[in-house]
């Protein structure tokens, strides 16, 4: 099976700090997407982003990055000055496009400390 | 718009009972999917729809059976509950385009489900 692996299962940073979540995949598929989802305590999954196998160029929204690299098969997710609120578990998942599966990754608990 | 819901929020049943969870979607998305999320193993796929009419089995499609009989609507049935399918579930849906399931899925709130 393709994995993809959220190697940090937990993560705690004190308010303020900027923290980066890891994730790295696998994929026999040419063309493919990569998702980044927010769990909140609430238990809802939220949308965060969106990046096609064939974009690589990085992107920034507020206070939240991705990079991705194809070349080492990575889709990375950082926080700038991290707010309590960002306390979460985040999940990262990958779409081939040849399948109609989402694989996600085991997620990370991030906890922001005041 | 509401999005994606689901009925109940929660249920507990007893083991060998059955039950249907309801997933409505009113964004007029083609693809429709159910997933459990367990702790520590992310979301895994048990069943999916890619249309009115549609079915097809996931990654852990055994002990589920599910229905699409309209667009809007995906069904989740559980015939003969057992506690390994304790667990929290998950409706989504997405927008098929011409290229493919590639669209953005977007979730409901969850089921949480405790089978004694």
């Known amino acids: 099976a393709q994995k993809v692996t959220q190697a940090q299962t937990e993560i705690s940073v004190v308010e303020k700090e900027d923290v980066t979540l890891d994730c790295v995949y696998e994929?026999?598929?040419?063309?493919?997407?990569l998702f980044w989802y927010k769990q909140p305590p609430s238990g809802e999954l939220v949308f965060l982003i969106r990046?096609?196998?064939?974009?690589?160029q990085n992107e920034i929204s507020g206070r939240y990055s991705w990079n991705f690299q194809k070349s080492t098969s990575s889709f990375n997710f950082t926080i700038t000055a991290s707010q309590v609120v960002d306390s979460a578990v985040y999940f990262c998942?990958?779409?081939?496009?040849?399948?109609?599966?989402?694989?996600f990754g085991s997620g990370t608990q991030l906890t922001v400390l005041p | 718009n509401a999005g994606v819901t689901q009925t109940p929020k929660f249920r507990v049943l007893k083991t060998g009972q059955s039950m249907t969870l309801l997933c409505a979607q009113d964004m007029n998305h083609e693809y429709m999917y159910w997933y459990r999320q367990d702790p520590g193993m992310g979301l895994r796929l048990i069943h999916y729809?890619?249309?009115?009419?549609?079915?097809a089995k996931g990654e852990v499609p055994d002990g589920y059976n599910v229905s699409r009989l309209k667009k809007q609507n995906f069904l989740l049935g559980l015939e003969s509950a057992a506690p390994s399918q304790t667990s929290v579930y998950f409706c989504?849906?997405?927008?098929?385009?011409?290229?493919?399931?590639?669209?953005?899925?977007?979730f409901g709130p969850g089921t949480r489900l405790t089978v004694l």
């Open positions: 729809s890619v249309g009115e009419g549609t079915t």
């Open positions: 989504a849906s997405s927008y098929a385009v011409s290229a493919g399931p590639t669209d953005t899925q977007y």
């Open positions: 998942a990958r779409l081939s496009g040849s399948a109609r599966q989402l694989t």
């Open positions: 990046r096609n196998s064939f974009d690589e």
């Open positions: 994929t026999r598929d040419t063309t493919y997407y």
